[in-house]
T-cell receptor, first 116, second 113 residues
C-alpha cells in the first residue's frame, strides 16, 4: 500500500493565484515528519517546508504553508501568489522510524505549471 | 542546512563500465543516504551510508551492483557497477544535519548507452 499518496499528477495555476497540492499519508507511528520538496528541471531537490506530527500549528515558510490535518492524514502544500519560477515537480515525503534509523518515503509527485 | 556537492554532475557511460559518484558535505553529518530517480519517477532509496561500516541496502539493491563507501562523516561514494541502460537515472545523495530534515545534493545525471 502507498504510504504517501499524491493524487494530482499535474496542476495548472495562473500567475499570482494560490494553489494547493494534495498529499495523504499512512503510518502507524505516533512520531513522524512530513516534508515538501521542489524539483525544478535542473534535477536538484529543494527542501520547502516541514511539519512534525506533534506540531499543533500549521507550518509556514514564506509563500509556502502546509495544511496539516492529522485526523485525515493529509499534509497539503499551499503556495500563495504563484510565480513563474514555481513551475516544477513537487514531492511530498514522510519520515518514519526512531532517531538514528530514519526512513524517508516519497510520493509520486505533482507537476505544477504556472501560467503567465 | 548543509552545503552538499556531488561529482560528477552528469556523465555519459558505455554499458558494462562502472561510475563512482562522490558526495561531499561541508559539515559532519550522522545520516547520509543515496537515492535513485529514474526518468519520470519518484525517488527510490538505494541505501543508507554508514560511517565506518557496510551500507544498509534497501530491497532490490545489492552491494555488488551499488558499492558504497563512507570513510568519514563528511564524504561518501556510490559506485554504479557493470552499467546497463536501465541504470540511466539521477543519483542523489542526501544528509540529515540536525533534527530530521533531509537535504539533497545537486544530483548526478547518468546516461548509459
Amino acid at each position: 500500500a502507498q504510504k504517501i499518496t499524491q493524487t494530482q499528477p499535474g496542476m495548472f495555476v495562473q500567475e499570482k493565484e494560490a494553489v494547493t497540492l494534495d498529499c495523504t499519508y499512512d503510518t502507524s507511528d505516533q512520531s513522524y515528519g512530513l516534508f515538501w520538496y521542489k524539483q525544478p528541471s535542473s534535477g536538484e531537490m529543494i527542501f520547502l517546508i516541514y511539519q512534525g506530527s506533534y506540531d499543533e500549528q500549521n507550518a509556514t515558510e514564506g509563500r509556502y504553508s502546509l495544511n496539516f490535518q492529522k485526523a485525515r492524514k493529509s499534509a497539503n502544500l499551499v503556495i500563495s501568489a504563484s510565480q513563474l519560477g514555481d513551475s516544477a515537480m513537487y514531492f511530498c515525503a514522510m519520515r518514519e522510524g526512531p532517531s538514528g534509523t530514519y526512513k524517508y518515503i516519497f510520493g509520486t509527485g505533482t507537476r505544477l505549471k504556472v501560467l503567465a | 542546512s548543509a552545503v552538499i556537492s556531488q561529482k560528477p554532475s552528469r556523465d555519459i557511460c558505455q554499458r558494462g563500465t562502472s561510475l563512482t559518484i562522490q558526495c561531499q558535505v561541508d559539515s559532519q553529518v550522522t545520516m547520509m543516504f543515496w537515492y535513485r530517480q529514474q526518468p519520470g519517477q519518484s525517488l527510490t532509496l538505494i541505501a543508507t551510508a554508514n560511517q565506518g561500516s557496510e551500507a544498509t541496502y534497501e530491497s532490490g539493491f545489492v552491494i555488488d551492483k551499488f558499492p558504497i563507501s563512507r570513510p568519514n562523516l563528511t564524504f561518501s561514494t556510490l559506485t554504479v557497477s557493470n552499467m546497463s541502460p536501465e541504470d540511466s537515472s539521477i543519483y542523489l545523495c542526501s544528509v540529515v544535519v540536525s533534527g530530521e530534515t533531509q537535504y539533497f545534493g545537486p544530483g548526478t545525471r547518468l546516461l548509459v548507452l
